[in-house]
């Protein structure tokens, strides 16, 4: 099965960009990459996607390496509000069309007053 | 628009036991999705819906199962409950037009299997 690797916790100063890694070596070349973070025990809020390009939208941005083996999530401006468990997931192709989405364990991100 | 909706929030099981569990989308989105989430194995993926059928699924046995109705309402079911079924079960719902790729997720149903 595909593998998303992310470590498991960050710290980032209030205001300052937050970088997330995500690490998806096995991914192949119509796989999705999506970022969705989760606060205490809420259901996850969608954040970005991508493909093979780098994303943007009001939120973050998402930089895809050429090679489509990682990507990184970058808050521009962390907040408080930004604490959170950010989760990578892939889509991956099953059989027939199908797909499944793969989650990495996620990253703890703590933004410091 | 109202978010997703799950009933019950919260459930306690014993061994053995089935269990139901609904899930109403965001108004107009025609896809639902089921996800288990544990301490231990983190967030997983059950199956997607749409149009009344299941058209993709993760890797769970046959005793997780589910259904769409024609509302788009879902509903998942878990026959012969185990200890290790013991989790937040999330349910999200998408639009199959514009912005097919954003899920939006319901709060969960606790599920406690004694």
């Known amino acids: 099965d595909a593998k998303t690797t992310q470590p498991p916790s960050m710290d980032c100063a209030e205001g300052r960009a937050a970088n997330l890694p995500c690490n998806h070596s096995t991914i192949s070349g119509n796989e999705y990459v999506y970022w969705y973070r989760q606060i205490h025990s809420q259901g996850p809020q969608y954040i970005i996607h991508g493909l093979k390009n780098n994303e943007t939208n009001e939120m973050a941005s998402l930089i895809i390496t050429e090679d489509r083996k990682s990507s990184t999530l970058i808050l521009p401006h962390a907040t408080l509000r930004d604490t959170a468990v950010y989760y990578c997931i892939v889509r991956v192709a099953v059989e027939w069309g199908t797909y499944k989405y793969i989650f990495g364990t996620g990253t703890r991100l703590k933004v410091l007053a | 628009k109202a978010g997703v909706t799950q009933t019950p929030r919260y459930l306690i099981k014993t061994r053995g036991q089935q269990v139901t569990l609904s899930c109403s989308p965001i108004?107009?989105?025609?896809?639902v999705s089921w996800y288990q989430q544990t301490p231990g194995q983190g967030l997983q993926f059950l199956f997607e819906y749409f149009s009344e059928t299941q058209r993709n699924k993760g890797n769970f046995p046959g005793r997780f199962s589910g259904r769409q109705f024609s509302n788009s309402r879902s509903e998942m079911n878990v026959s012969t409950l185990e200890l290790g079924d013991s989790a937040l079960y999330l349910c999200?719902?998408?639009?199959?037009?514009?912005?097919?790729?954003?899920?939006?997720f319901g709060p969960g149903t606790r599920l406690t299997v004694l």
């Open positions: 108004s107009g989105h025609r896809s």
């Open positions: 999200a719902s998408r639009s199959l037009a514009g912005k097919v790729h954003e899920q939006f």
